[in-house]
């Protein structure tokens, strides 16, 4: 093997290669097992979501105290024109059920109702049936709303029958997660499989890097189940769909910009080891530079309030890490095992012509180099244009009925009891005092406005006291996922402060989502500039330059805001949602940021790599020219898999889904196409500075030294 293989041959040397696939089955033989298990290990409560010092997090830890967490399902049966005295008869039959109801964590005996609005001759009742809600609560409050839901039936002869509150707005969210991690695996699967043959128009050779991403997936899910069952780590299944997603996407495009290299490789070299070697010595610091700009990005997020936020970081981290390993070692090792004809049909075949230098991409570099700078200026304008859709972006959270692309039954229940009772009945304010000071408290609750005054009392089955402490609820008379329930807390919270020596505090679950607010907007302003950070010092050090980075950032953060505003139209004129989650504009970021820089990588090194040949300028054309069509493709890859989070019946995944993949496929044909070369081509030589090939490029030749070292 000549000089300047790297480390390549450690993984696709002729005996190393067998080490390596000897080394990854024993791996799967060890961890398939336990990846498994990683839907179980799964923490879906409210506390792995909540942000871990605000007030309702303390709530809801004191008020553990007085009783075993409970979240009750609440049947609300109605009739226009009044309940018939059949009606009646149904309901103390149910009631009569559901007090003997005792599975699923089911507290039948406290089943409290029939409770009747107030209208003369009622129109609608209400029967609390309390779950409890304990380490296992989430895995069994699917299954036990739906016991509640067999024993009352459905709605018959103009009796309408529903199932809602908070447990059974739970359930829904618990089903629709449900089989999350088989439908993603088989959505990205397929897009994956689609892509490839697209890309490679070879259906043997679509099998290595499919079986190597899986490898990857079922050895990060493995690792992060032990991690989440010995190490304290919070996996809830947002973190856990986003991992299936992220490691499919991320490990395809790795192994995609790979294999368009060795593909170089074999065309001026016979023995495909040799090739191998050399391709991974030439293309593997750009896709360590990449992996490692997703995992420490990832990792900036343990600096997020939001414990879901905070967890998903080395989730995702681990997945991306386990697969940029897969992709660099058994990848390479299977292509080598199987040698040139995995390329079959179009083999290519030691001699043959480049075909990139008359491409498409070589083309449309030319003609960028005749006007770079009206050709930057022209796109950076039509993507400022197209960022001023932030104005329609409503990150400001999302309701339980806006939070669903259908209408599960507790959305309509939750409907219907609003028609007849207060709508935030089901899920009251609970508010903690020192018990000397618990009168005063509850008469400040009472008197403030949006609280049902006779509604304050003690929750059924809770202590009176512990400690010195008092427990009791108050419902509020505006639905409490609404934003008039959220001021009501705020205006809660105020006066029960101003109670002197009460120490009171106000949870409940809008209380939960008030918090969860000021800690994502918190999030959002500390881990944002942190990723740029990262992502800048990761561009200096593997450029050895600074104007080139900081042109990058810019184009990203462009990019970013293109895709924000696009999807935010997107989201209010195409598909009618009502807003987005106050953690997507954070999410879509970091994924776009961290994804998105991976292709302006790849181009900017390869740049580099050329303009030690023969000039920034030719090396601008050149680098894009043999970039161009892999990185489109993985681009495409990227997209197609972020877009598979549309298959999941949850609005918060599809707009992280279509944001992510829109803002791919922005940086793919625009950004990295077009922006990025005609800044580079306009900018020319100045853009290594401070490094000498901002000074030494000029003459258009280097020393072919140069060209192994990365002009370093």
């Known amino acids: 093997m000549t000089a300047g293989r790297g480390a390549g041959h450690l993984v696709c040397g002729r005996r190393a290669k067998w080490l390596v696939l000897g080394f990854w089955v024993v791996v799967l ?109 989430w895995e069994r409050i699917a299954p036990a709303v739906g016991s509640v839901r067999e024993e009352v039936g459905s709605s018959t002869g103009g009796l309408a029958v529903h199932v809602t509150g908070p447990a059974g707005t739970s359930a829904d969210f618990s089903e629709a997660f449900e089989g999350i991690d088989s439908t993603l695996l088989f959505a990205a699967m397929g897009v994956v499989v689609v892509m490839l043959l697209i890309t490679y128009r070879s259906p043997t050779l679509l099998l290595v890097p499919l079986v190597s991403v899986i490898s990857a997936l079922f050895t990060a899910q493995a690792l992060i189940y032990f991690l989440a069952e010995y190490g304290g780590l919070t996996v809830n299944g947002q973190s856990a769909g986003i991992l299936t997603v992220l490691v499919f996407g991320a490990g395809t495009d790795y192994g995609l910009l790979l294999v368009a290299r060795y593909r170089e490789e074999l065309r001026r070299h016979v023995d495909r080891h040799e090739a191998m070697a050399l391709a991974l010595h030439r293309a593997g610091p750009a896709v360590i530079a990449s992996g490692a700009t997703v995992v420490l990005s990832m990792l900036v997020l343990l600096a997020a309030e939001m414990n879901s936020t905070s967890g998903l970081g080395p989730v995702a981290a681990i997945g991306v890490a386990v697969a940029l390993l897969a992709m660099l070692s058994l990848f390479p090792a299977l292509l080598v095992i199987f040698g040139r004809w995995m390329f079959w049909p179009v083999i ?195 450029l050895r330059a600074l104007i080139a980075p900081l042109l990058l950032i810019a184009t990203v953060i462009l990019s ?109 044909f625009v950004v990295r196409s077009v922006l990025v070369t005609s800044l580079f081509l306009d900018v020319g030589p100045k853009v290594w500075w401070p490094h000498r090939l901002s000074r030494e490029d000029a003459g258009g030749e280097a020393h072919p030294s140069r060209v192994d070292s990365g002009g370093g």
């Not at 609440?74 to 008869?89: F, N």
């Open 29 to 137: 033989f060890l961890m398939a097992p336990f990846a498994q298990k990683l839907t179980g290990a799964q923490d879906n409560d409210a506390a792995s979501w909540l942000p871990g010092s605000a007030e309702s997090t303390q709530v809801l830890e004191i008020s553990e105290d007085f009783r075993p967490e409970q979240t009750p399902a609440i049947v609300i049966y109605a009739r226009e024109d009044g309940l018939t005295a059949a009606d009646r008869e149904r309901i103390a039959e149910d009631v009569a059920r559901l007090k003997e109801l005792r599975a699923h964590g089911i507290i039948g005996d406290q089943t409290r109702g029939p409770l009747f609005d107030r209208q003369t001759g009622p129109r609608a009742a209400q029967v609390f049936v309390p779950i409890t809600m304990d380490e296992k609560g």
């Open 348 to 542: 290519p075949h030691h001699g043959d012509p480049d075909p990139t230098e008359r491409g498409m991409w070589s083309r449309m570099g030319r003609r960028i180099a005749r006007r770079p700078r009206t050709t930057w200026a022209v796109t950076a304008l039509v993507l400022a244009v197209c960022s001023l859709g932030l104005v329609q972006l409503r990150a400001e959270g999302i309701s339980n009925a806006d939070s669903f692309t259908d209408t599960p039954d507790s959305i309509t229940g939750q409907r219907v009891s609003a028609r007849y009772f207060p709508a935030g009945s089901g899920d009251p304010l609970v508010i903690v005092s020192n018990r000397a000071q618990a009168e005063q408290v509850g008469r400040a609750v009472a008197a403030t406005e949006g609280v049902v005054p006779q509604s304050l009392g003690l929750p059924p089955g809770a202590k009176p006291s512990f400690e010195g402490k008092v427990l009791f609820e108050a419902t509020m008379t505006a639905p409490s996922d609404s934003e008039a329930a959220k001021q009501t807390v705020e205006r809660v919270r105020g006066a029960v402060h101003a109670v002197p020596g009460a120490d009171a505090k106000v949870g409940g679950g809008t209380a939960a989502l008030l918090d969860m607010e000021a800690a994502t907007t918190r999030d959002n302003v500390v881990i944002i500039p942190l990723v740029l950070v990262v992502v800048l010092l990761i561009l200096c050090s593997l």
């Open 560 to 668: 970013f805001a293109a895709a924000l505003g696009l999807s935010a139209l997107a989201f209010r004129h195409v598909f009618d949602y009502a807003g987005e989650s106050t953690d997507f504009p954070l999410f879509v970021f970091v994924f776009l940021v961290a994804l998105g820089i991976d292709y302006n990588i790849f181009l900017t090194t390869r740049i580099r790599e050329e303009a030690a040949r023969q000039g920034t300028r030719q090396g601008v054309v050149t680098g894009l020219a043999t970039t161009g069509a892999v990185i489109t493709s993985a681009g495409l890859v990227l997209a197609g898999t972020f877009a598979a989070l549309g298959t999941l019946p949850m609005v918060a995944f599809a707009e992280i889904g279509f944001a992510v993949a829109l803002g791919v496929l922005l940086d793919t």
